[in-house]
């Protein structure tokens, strides 16, 4: 099995994603290099935010892919953001189909609804039942993220994008948790740990209607696992 990711980030998903996969995947093993994939591994590059993943990263991924000629996949992790998962996978889709590229590969397109921060709010565990601070609060008031599914959880009137305030709303639910504990883009912290990564897995299947595009992650790592020899 070989695994070639295009995560969105520079910073939060290229530290998160090899984190889980290590539990996920354990049979995997990340290189270097792209063209030199052993057998069970993976190769994780960023795609320097949006639109640059799409629209210039990704034609880099799939030259890579298709020059090496041995990848079972190529996997492009990306936000929603303001869009809707649909409209994210059409983007991609006209714009695959208008630059003529074909891959060697099976293309996943794994859509972060609505942006990766979103995803870390579902675990119900580290998400305070009885908040202190005075923002985390207004926020919790606002939409509750362990009752309601994150992936609605609409934007706040005082933030310029929904995904600004999910990861506003993050970084309150880590500063809650103590001193020694915070969330950035560049530290996401208890965010790479397995115990945070199996709240996330429990939320998915205790409410399966919540958090679908992660439970879409799940899926492709269950199923690449399970096609490992």
Known sequence: MRVYFLVEGNSTESKVYPAWLSHLVPELGRIEYPDTPDENSYFLIDGGGYPSIIYTQLPNAIRDVNDCGNYNHLVI???ADE???AERLDEIEDFLNSANLQ???RLNIIVQNRCFETWLLGNRTFVRANPVGEKLLEFKQFYDVRQ???ELMPKHPNFNTTS????QYLREVFKERGRNLSYS????????TPTYLNQLQ???VSTPTHLQSLQNFF???QEIRSQIQ
């Open 77 to 79: 992790c990306l936000d």
């Open 83 to 85: 869009s809707s998962v």
């Open 103 to 105: 891959i060697s590969a």
């Open 148 to 150: 309601d599914n994150p």
């Open 164 to 167: 600004q305030f999910h990861y």
């Open 185 to 192: 883009k560049h530290n996401p912290g208890r965010a790479l």
């Open 202 to 204: 429990n939320r998915v």
């Open 219 to 221: 899926s492709f790592c």
